[in-house]
């Protein structure tokens, strides 16, 4: 199978870089950093749940994209600006995840890419 590149997926934020959204070479899904950002690039206002909320909404599209789902991902690592809120943002990923738990780093960091973030994500997936 040739790699499949995701550069701007209409239903997912605009890049705020040269990057790729989500790439899938063969069985194997890589996904960038997903944000609380909606479609049109407008980062979700409110709390933190929200902007999870917003993030778990385009990890999904993101894995879509390539033909992936949310119970197919592996790993993921999550970057929080306050690990206060880490026992509440693992409630809803084992919402969004379902029983078969990915492999999982999360990690208090001081800044994001946009200085209205509070949390990203990224994954791999492996679709059979």
Not at 4 to 15: H, M, Y
Not at 27 to 56: C, P
Not at 65 to 87: C, F, N, S, W
């Amino acid at each position: 199978m040739p790699k499949i590149v995701v550069k701007d997926n209409r239903d997912l934020p605009p890049p705020s870089a040269p990057y790729a959204q989500v790439v899938r070479s063969g069985n194997l899904v890589f996904m960038s950093g997903a944000v609380g950002k909606d479609r049109h690039g407008h980062v979700v206002k409110g709390d933190i749940q929200a902007q999870f909320r917003q993030l778990l909404e385009n990890t999904r599209v993101a894995l879509a994209a390539v033909g992936a789902t949310p119970e197919q991902v592996v790993r993921v690592t999550l970057y929080l600006i306050d690990m206060r809120h880490k026992a509440l943002l693992d409630t809803m990923r084992e919402e969004f995840f379902g029983p078969g738990w990915p492999a999982a780093t999360a990690l208090g960091v001081t800044a994001l890419a946009g200085p209205d973030y509070l949390v990203e994500m990224d994954a791999i997936a492996v679709v059979e």
